[in-house]
């Protein structure tokens, strides 16, 4: 995958995570906020109910209407609290729960409206007893009076004592004398009705006072429970954010140490290499993983490294040229400054030895034409060998002065094959005078060469001349000619004479190093040779073996480097 796309997943993961972190958050919060709400309507609740309680107890002691129109004050308020409640505070604390609190307390207010108006008709019952009391008793005399004074006694008993037991006796007192009398018993009735009243009111104050705890229980426990559920809730809501926390912090660790492995690793590494690169050390290369950008940054600079070396390699190739060719130049400069020095001297001994010459000569013409006398004889002879000396020094300075004088360079092409002919042809008596075995081993389809015939002549010419010197009679030469490539053809010319010695093979290309017989040779054949075919841009090489003979290996480069015209 590519890097801007990890990156932008990576990212957005991390994100995405926040948010969801985030939102659970924020509904945990609200989730609180509205059962906040709830607690706090619930202890209002708790207190509204506190107070109906206080004015309960009131009521239910001193049983006036101040306390019971409180107890009404606050009950109105209490249900218009909890009409009031929010639909989702009605879900939060539970449409059953909500539902049991408000019938407890519309069953409270029933029971409170009951004993009030129970109160009002015992008020009236009372008075009633008490009126039919006095005016039976002023109706009645003597053993019925007593015995209904008795009968009131239980009367006033049952109203002090309210239980069953004194009703029970009231119930039971029933003096036959009395019996029959309808007063005496609408009294009874009055009576019994007031004891039923007593009854109706105990009733219902217990009925009142187990509502009442039902509604305290209720609100209580509602209280209770969402307390206990908001603790629940940020208990909850801490772990979720210390969980969110703890992904996103090793998200984050883990996104980190991916993005260092994909790209600040191999950037390291990158700077690493290139800092070796700069020290010319090309040894090491990236290795390529994968297939995103840092994979082609990694390719691409494998192939800059890559090309960097190929260049320094061809640059160092060129420099190593450069310093061959500089070091042939000064080789080049040289010769042609000791070729000037050397034609100088050959030309400033010229003169001197045509008069050295002249005068020899006329020293001779003298001598014989002057009569004999003692050592006529040795002063001819002596005259001849000055003649000899000088015919010798002048072959040395006309070879100085053939190398050295500054010709142009006459460039043709030609076929080296038919050159190499030609100059066994030049050789063919001399060879068959010794009986040389010349081998021609000329390799056909050589490209054309491009270069100074006239020059190369001379080159192979010194050459073969040093073999026929080298071999015996009867030895053997072979020219082979080769081509290793295009520019270059190979001209070996090898001889099973006596070779050269290994010490003598360093000097052999040094002018006027022979080991040839006085006056044979001047030793200036191999430096010339040496200097033309460097001059041309090729190159000379030679190999020996003492008694077995010499191969002396040409390079002859197809194109000459020199042009038409230049002066060498
Ligand atoms: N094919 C060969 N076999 C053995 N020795 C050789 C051969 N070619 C050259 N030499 C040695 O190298 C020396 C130098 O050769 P170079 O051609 O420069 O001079 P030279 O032949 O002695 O004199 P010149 O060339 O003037 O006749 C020779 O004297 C000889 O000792
Ligand atoms: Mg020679």
Known sequence: MKIRYKLFFSFSLYILLAVILAFFSYNELRTINTRLTSVELVDDISNIIL????????????????????????????????????????????????????????????????????LRSREKLTTEVEEMGILLEQNLHGKDLDSFLTLRKHEKN????????????????????????????TYRGLVSKLFENYKTEKDLTDK????????????????????????????????????????????????????????????????GITKKIAKGDFSEMMEVKGTDEIASLEMSFNQMEKQLLDTKISLEHAIEKLSEKQAQLVETAKLATLGTFAAGVAHEINNPLAIINEKAGLMKDILEMSEDFKHKDRFLNMIDAIFKSVKRCRTITHRILGFSRKTEVSIE?????DMMREIAGFFEKEMLYKSIHLDLNLKENLPKVKSDKGQLQQVFLNIIKNAIDAVHDGGSIAVTTDN??????????????????????????????????????TGLGLS?????????????????????????????????????????
């Open 158 to 185: 049952i109203m002090l004592s309210k239980d069953q037991t004194t009703y029970e006796t009231f119930q039971s007192f029933n003096p036959l004398n009395l019996q029959g009398n309808s007063r005496i018993e």
């Open 208 to 271: 009142i006072r187990s509502t009442a705890r039902e509604m305290e229980t209720i609100t209580k426990n509602l209280s209770k429970k969402e307390r206990e559920y908001i603790d629940v809730t940020l208990k909850k809501s801490g772990k979720l954010l210390l969980f969110g926390l703890l992904t996103i912090i090793i998200l984050g660790i883990v996104i980190n140490m991916k993005l260092s492995r994909n790209i600040a690793h191999p950037i390291k590494r990158l700077e």
């Open 413 to 417: 092409t030609f076929d080296l094959n």
């Open 484 to 521: 290793k490539d295009e520019n270059m053809i190979n001209v070996a010319i090898r001889d099973n004479g006596h070779g050269i010695p290994e010490k003598a093979l360093q000097y052999i290309f040094e002018p006027f190093f022979t080991t040839k017989e006085k006056g044979k040779g």
């Open 51 to 118: 107070e109906v309680r206080r004015y309960e107890k009131n009521f239910l002691l001193f049983r006036n209407e101040e306390s019971f129109k409180e107890i009404r004050a606050y009950l109105t308020t209490l249900k218009k609290n909890i009409d009031g409640i929010k639909i989702e505070i009605v879900k939060e604390i539970g449409t059953n729960e909500y539902t049991l609190m408000k019938n407890t307390i519309t069953e409270y207010e029933h029971h409170i409206n009951n004993l009030a108006n129970n």
């Open 528 to 568: 010339i040779t040496y200097g033309i075919i460097k001059n041309l841009g090729g190159d000379i090489h030679v190999e020996s073996e003492v008694n077995k003979g010499t191969t002396f290996i040409v390079e002859v480069p197809v194109n000459s480097e020199l042009t038409k015209g230049e002066i060498v």
